[in-house]
């Protein structure tokens, strides 16, 4: 088994994408290659850093792409507060996805800060 597949974090941003992707088809026609491109292109990134950061050689390495995966929440947190002040959806019906985001940024970043003390950094 690869070694991401044994991380919350990678699981839950799986998860998630899946999530942002059934939200991102309810978005207007034209945000097609706007809100919608750039919301996808995001949530994936999240969890393909951790993949990518699991498979490298070093700790260090992987530091690097968590740090990347947590922008790309920073990324989806931002896309969905354009999403509500362009009012495509109820506010109620973003909060899901906000916490479910800031869920993920904390496993994330929560990994990361596991492995600093891990290498003493």
């Keep these: 088994m690869r070694?991401?597949?044994k991380l919350i974090a990678w699981q839950e941003s799986i998860q998630f994408a899946k999530d942002i992707y059934l939200l991102a088809r309810l978005l207007p026609s034209e945000e097609k290659f706007g809100l919608t491109s750039q919301?996808?292109?995001a949530v994936v990134s999240i969890s393909l850093n951790i993949a990518?950061?699991?498979a490298r050689?070093?700790?260090k390495?992987?530091?690097r792409f968590l740090f990347f995966s947590e922008g790309s929440c920073s990324e989806i947190d931002t896309l969905l507060e354009i999403c509500k002040i362009l009012e495509y959806f109820p506010e109620e019906k973003l909060e899901f996805y906000i916490n479910k985001n800031e869920k993920i940024s904390a496993l994330v970043m929560g990994l990361r800060k596991s492995l600093e003390r891990k290498?003493?950094?």
């Design 61 to 63: 390495e992987f530091i």
């Design 3 to 5: 070694p991401h597949r």
């Design 52 to 54: 990518e950061g699991a």
């Design 119 to 121: 290498i003493g950094r």
């Design 57 to 59: 050689q070093s700790e």
């Design 39 to 41: 919301m996808r292109r």
